[in-house]
């Protein structure tokens, strides 16, 4: 279970403040999968980094009872001179999961090829996103955060992402941001739409789904 009190989270753009989240309140039940919707810039990454931790809030608290992966989809997960393999060693360690078996289920899934054992920075944002859906799916988290990433790749590639993510969402919670609908409904119990910095929940995620486009309709 994840809960969020009392969030706030303001940036400044040229002097003008923009606030993405405004006095958020949320609990994420335990073992459900929950669609994060709102218009681009309504700040559903920025909030996936705040649960993270790789992001803080103003103010505000954010508290879970198990493990959270970071943002899938999260271009700052690695190190960007060092390669595709020692990255995925290094989160193996933090973690405590076994490296080597790590390192050959993100070979085969990524499929990289010469490129695995390339620095990062030498990646495409496709890759970077194909390397942090395979670590981040290569080990076992209560709760998934996933950003988008199903969006990269070929078609073979984001066949085999949503049949992973159905498989580790049957096993424990996610949440989720993507702008395919046909995906969300598929893969979310509930939902989440953020408008102006506030959040509102929806027990259904096709009411989240009608909630949204009915909004993006009037804009």
Not at 27 to 45: D, H, Q, Y
Not at 127 to 143: E, P
Not at 178 to 189: I, T
Request: some cysteine.
């Amino acid at each position: 279970m994840i809960k969020i009190h009392d969030l706030w989270k303001t940036y400044y753009i040229k002097g003008q403040g923009k606030t993405v989240a405004h006095n958020i309140n949320l609990t994420f039940p335990t073992g459900k999968s929950v669609g994060l919707f709102g218009r681009n810039g309504a700040g559903k990454s920025t909030l996936l980094r705040m649960i993270a931790g790789v992001e803080d809030p103003d103010s505000g608290s954010i508290e879970s009872d198990g493990s959270i992966s970071w943002p899938v989809g999260f271009k700052g997960s690695f190190h960007p001179e060092l390669t595709g393999a020692q990255n995925t060693r290094f989160v193996a360690r933090v973690y405590g999961v076994d490296t080597d078996e790590l390192i050959d289920y993100v070979m085969d899934f990524a499929r990289l090829g010469g490129h695995f054992h390339a620095p990062v920075r030498t990646y495409s944002a496709g890759m970077k996103s194909r390397l942090a859906f395979g670590v981040s799916m290569g080990i076992n988290f209560d709760t998934y955060l996933i950003d988008e990433v199903t969006s990269v790749g070929d078609a073979s590639f984001r066949k085999r992402s949503k049949r992973i993510l159905r498989d580790r969402i049957g096993a424990s919670a996610a949440i989720i941001v993507s702008h395919s609908m046909p995906l969300m409904k598929d893969l979310c119990d509930s939902g989440v739409v953020i408008v102006d910095g506030h959040a509102q929940w929806f027990d259904a995620v096709e009411d989240a789904i009608a909630f949204h486009e009915d909004y993006m309709s009037t804009r």
